[in-house]
C-alpha cells in the first residue's frame, strides 16, 4: 500500500521562508513521480510544482517561480518544497501528490492526474 507523508507546515510572516517535506513508500520497485499541489479556502487546489526524473527538469507554477524550490533526497524517498520570500497570497494547505508514471508536460497541472496524496499540512503567510 503506498503511503504519502507531508510535514513542515507552519506560520510565518511575509517575506519569511518554510520548508515543507514529502515521503512517499509502499513501492520499491518503482520510482514515484513526485508533485506539490495547494489549496486556499474556497478555491481550488492549485498546482505547484512537479519533478519529472526522466528529463531531470522541474516546472514550477509562475506564481511560485523563483521563489519556491523542488528538491530531494533519493536515498531517503523524500522531497522538499523550500519556500522562500513567502507572500501572504501562498496560504493554503499544501499537498503532495504521487504517481508511478510519468506524466506528458500539458496532464501535471491536473490534480485528477494523481494517484497518491498526502494529507496535506496548512502554511499561514501573515503579519
Known amino acids: 500500500q503506498v503511503t504519502v507523508i507531508e510535514s513542515g507546515g507552519g506560520s510565518v510572516q511575509p517575506g519569511g521562508s518554510l520548508r515543507l517535506s514529502c515521503r512517499a513508500s509502499?513501492?520499491?520497485?518503482?520510482?514515484?513521480?513526485m508533485a506539490w499541489f495547494r489549496q486556499a479556502p474556497g478555491k481550488d487546489r492549485e498546482f505547484v510544482a512537479y519533478r519529472d526524473w526522466s528529463v531531470r527538469r522541474t516546472h514550477y507554477a509562475d506564481s511560485v517561480k523563483g521563489r519556491f524550490t523542488f528538491s530531494w533526497d533519493n536515498a531517503k524517498n523524500t522531497v522538499f518544497l523550500q519556500m522562500d520570500r513567502l507572500e501572504p497570497e501562498d496560504t493554503a494547505v499544501y499537498f503532495c501528490?504521487?504517481?508511478?508514471?510519468?506524466?506528458?508536460?500539458?496532464?501535471?497541472?491536473?490534480?485528477?492526474?494523481?494517484?497518491?496524496w498526502g494529507q496535506g499540512t496548512q502554511v499561514t503567510v501573515s503579519s
Open positions: 501528490a504521487a504517481r508511478l508514471n510519468r506524466l506528458v508536460l500539458s496532464a501535471i497541472r491536473s490534480p485528477e492526474n494523481y494517484d497518491y
Open positions: 509502499g513501492r520499491t520497485d518503482s520510482t514515484f513521480f
